[in-house]
């Protein structure tokens, strides 16, 4: 008995079905593999926020300040951690090491700017130019609201990316699109949260002061939840 193939017009349906069930499905993959990327960034941040906890309580209760400027204090931490003997390369703290596209810093996480700036330089009416701004050894106990106030944040999600002119541009925590980020606070405690769901209803800005977590008016003694 002779057996019949199938036709053109059948192979184009079979085809053009495939093609529609994986559009289907690409989202959902998707997304379960952003929120896996984005679970083990919260692990990461927990692990360290515990060694910056660890190295405060080594160095009178201080958090890591590895510059005396305040973007590279923010971004640089990790560098007094590494000497401290916390963690052997940068790698050990971020899996996105080298990863951010910044010219900052080879990894995703930043203590946020309460912790390593003057809180009196923070407060409406009465902040000084970031590019005089110095930046300052907190200690721990400075912190008012310490299970509110977020000390360690990722600032860039390299999980959560955009295609601009066919590059893959990475996204940052504040204050493009709304993205769920890391958050590690004064008390231990790890969640994620966008920008937006930490921002007051009237949100104020002076010389990148006043941003949720990264720089809460009030400094240290602000509250970021």
């Avoid at 529609?20 to 379960?32: D, E, M």
């Avoid at 000084?128 to 360690?152: C, H, M, W």
Wanted: glycine share 8%; with cysteine.
């Amino acid at each position: 008995m002779k057996t019949r193939g199938f036709t053109m017009i059948e192979l184009v349906v079979v085809i053009g079905i495939v093609l529609i069930l994986i559009g289907l499905i690409l989202p959902s993959i998707n997304k379960s593999m952003t929120n896996a990327r984005r679970t083990r960034s919260l692990v990461q941040c927990r692990q360290n926020m515990t060694l910056i906890s660890a190295y405060a309580n080594d160095y009178k209760d201080v958090y890591p300040l590895a510059s005396s400027n305040i973007s590279l204090a923010q971004r640089n931490w990790y560098q007094s951690v590494i000497t401290w003997g916390g963690a052997k390369a940068v790698a050990d703290l971020d899996h996105h090491a080298g990863d951010n596209g910044s010219n900052y810093s080879p990894i995703t996480f930043s203590v946020v700017m309460g912790v390593v700036r003057d809180w009196n330089q923070m407060i409406p009416g009465q902040v000084t130019d970031g590019s005089f701004a110095v930046a300052k050894a907190i200690r721990q106990a400075d912190v008012s609201f310490p299970s509110r106030k977020g000390v360690l944040f990722q600032y860039v999600l390299p999980y959560e990316k955009r295609v601009r002119t066919a590059q893959n541009i990475p996204m940052f925590f504040c204050c493009a699109t709304p993205r769920k980020a890391p958050i590690a606070f004064g008390d231990g405690s790890v969640a994620a949260y966008t920008w937006k769901e930490l921002a007051p209803e009237n949100l104020e800005i002076d010389d990148h002061v006043g941003y949720p977590v990264q720089s809460t008016w009030y400094g240290c003694k602000g509250v970021d939840r």
